[in-house]
């Protein structure tokens, strides 16, 4: 499995700061709490990708599994 890759985007502009996290699925939470932290963030500003809820590795699913 590929690791997670994190970019971090800063505006020197505004001063605006943004973590991205790819690969993570919903581990990304856990990735970037501690960047969050030291980089002054506040967790109300967090937006979370589509992969988050698609759970497991982040990879799309391309099988559903129904039952009934």
Do not use: F, H
Request: net charge negative.
């Amino acid at each position: 499995m590929a690791e997670p890759v994190i970019d971090i985007y800063w505006d020197p502009a505004t001063g605006e700061m943004k973590i991205e996290v790819e690969g993570a699925g919903q581990d990304c939470l856990d990735l970037t709490r501690a960047l969050e932290k030291l980089l002054g963030m506040q967790a109300g500003d967090r937006k979370v990708k589509p992969e988050y809820y698609e759970g497991g590795d982040g990879k799309k699913r391309t099988q559903s599994n129904r039952l009934g």
